[in-house]
């Protein structure tokens, strides 16, 4: 599979800069940024600067983008304001959902893989990007 920035990708325009976005964060593998149309009162993307199309594009050569890319997700959870946490009492509260949308029937629309991180208070109003 390509991994080269592609002309008619609309997240490889976003990595490019040729299309703007609300970055929360930048590396020289990563890019993250708010949905445009947000699932809940956050709503954030974590997406390789790479073009990968899908999850099931990946390999074992992707296992360190893979991991790093997991890891990422709680970091910028926390500090976007809907981190998991658990109090002296062992109570939790906050926390995200992760997920990667794979293929038709996993509901992508954007063939440059993503992570979705999805979180803040509920009820969740946006539109159902998966079963809340
Ligand atoms: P998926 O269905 O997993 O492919 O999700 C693609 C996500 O990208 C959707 O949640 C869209 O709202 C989001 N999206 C599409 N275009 C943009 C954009 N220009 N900036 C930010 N998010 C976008
Ligand atoms: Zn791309």
């Known amino acids: 599979m390509p991994e080269k920035k592609l002309d008619n990708c609309i997240f490889c325009k976003i990595v ?3 299309i703007p976005s609300k970055v929360i964060y930048d590396d020289d593998d990563f890019i ?5 149309n947000p699932a809940a009162p956050i709503h954030f993307l974590i997406v390789p600067k790479k073009h990968i199309s899908t999850l099931s594009d990946c390999d074992d050569s992707h296992a360190a983008l893979l991991g790093k ?10 500090q976007q304001g809907c981190g998991y946490e658990v109090d002296g009492n062992g109570s ?3 926390g995200f959902k992760a997920l990667f949308n ?3 029937d996993g ?7 993503h992570l979705h991180v999805i979180g803040g208070p509920r009820p969740w ?3 159902t990007i998966v079963a809340a």
């Open 16 to 18: 490019a800069g040729q």
């Open 32 to 36: 993250a940024f708010h949905d445009i």
């Open 69 to 78: 890319m997991m890891l990422l997700a709680p970091k910028l959870a926390q």
């Open 92 to 94: 939790g509260t906050g």
């Open 102 to 104: 794979t293929g038709p």
């Open 107 to 113: 509901g992508q629309e954007v063939y440059h893989l």
């Open 125 to 127: 109003r946006g539109r």
